[in-house]
Nanobody, 126 residues
Framework: VQLQASGGGLVQAGGSLRLSCAASGSTFSRYTVGWFRQAPGKEREFVSGFRSSNSAAHYAESVKGRFTASRDNAKNTVYLQMNSLKPEDTAVYYC????????????????????WGQGTQVTVSS
């Protein structure tokens, strides 16, 4: 599967952005999908993910209540609605996928994903 992330940009603190990740090349509903981010000088960290095609989204504590992930298998696309953005949300955001499903304890581990999009930059100014 090929992944294409988009929707990043520059926004002021408190603003919103909506990221999209479009998949092609395979039956998207068969994949676990996650969002990760990486800030300069920091490790890649989990943001949100779906354990399976019809599961609810799970979130990192740092984004709970502010970010909402959704998935449209018919359109082969996942979304990340980001509200109340903070400067510490500044990072390159990546979508990732893995064939099959993951147990919850492994959902947030980047090493468990086989396919990655190119990333989209999100910059939040104070």
């Amino acid at each position: 599967v090929q992944l294409q992330a988009s929707g990043g940009g520059l926004v002021q603190a408190g603003g919103s952005l909506r990221l999209s990740c479009a998949a092609s090349g395979s039956t998207f509903s068969r994949y676990t999908v996650g969002w990760f981010r990486q800030a300069p000088g920091k490790e890649r960290e989990f943001v949100s993910g779906f354990r399976s095609s019809n599961s609810a989204a799970h979130y990192a504590e740092s984004v709970k209540g502010r970010f909402t992930a959704s998935r449209d298998n018919a359109k082969n696309t996942v979304y990340l609605q980001m509200n109340s953005l903070k400067p510490e949300d500044t990072a390159v955001y990546y979508c990732a996928a893995r064939l099959g499903y993951l147990i919850l304890s492994t959902l947030g581990r980047a090493m468990n994903y086989d396919y990655w999009g190119q990333g989209t930059q999100v910059t939040v100014s104070s």
